[in-house]
């Protein structure tokens, strides 16, 4: 089993930034990719960024490329999320996920997650 935790979402302005973190503890020995998704009122769960267990392969939905960045640091077991250029379309609850294996954006697949973290971006 992996628990999962977020923090540091919010309210900001649009253009503004954010930075999530998910901190992972219980078995977490185990190799894991993780990913961050997202989901808006009304809308279904979608992957916004995802990072292997090395850190050495990283992928982002077209939405966000170029303006998000995921990190992977503390022995692996901490993931971030900047968030930069903030644009009201980015509101949503954010969730950290986590998975054995590869990197993917199918929500299905991961078997961890967090409880979800609010990101409100006011125009």
């Known amino acids: 089993q992996v628990q999962l935790v977020e923090s540091g979402g919010g309210l900001v302005q649009a253009g503004g930034s954010l930075r999530l973190s998910c901190a992972a503890s219980?078995?977490?020995?185990?190799?894991?990719?993780m990913g961050w998704f997202r989901q808006a009122p009304g809308k279904e769960r979608e992957f916004v960024a995802g990072?292997?267990?090395?850190?050495?392969?990283?992928s982002y939905a077209d939405a966000v490329k170029g303006r998000f960045t995921i990190s992977r640091s503390g022995a692996k077991n901490t993931v971030s999320l900047q968030m930069n250029s903030l644009k009201p379309e980015d509101t949503a609850i954010y969730y950290c996920?986590?998975?054995?294996?590869?990197?993917?954006?199918?929500?299905?697949?991961?078997?961890?997650w967090g409880q979800g973290t609010q990101v409100t971006v006011s125009s």
């Open positions: 996920a986590a998975r054995y294996g590869s990197v993917i954006d199918v929500a299905v697949r991961y078997a961890y």
């Open positions: 219980g078995r977490t020995s185990s190799v894991y990719a």
């Open positions: 990072i292997s267990y090395s850190g050495g392969s990283t």
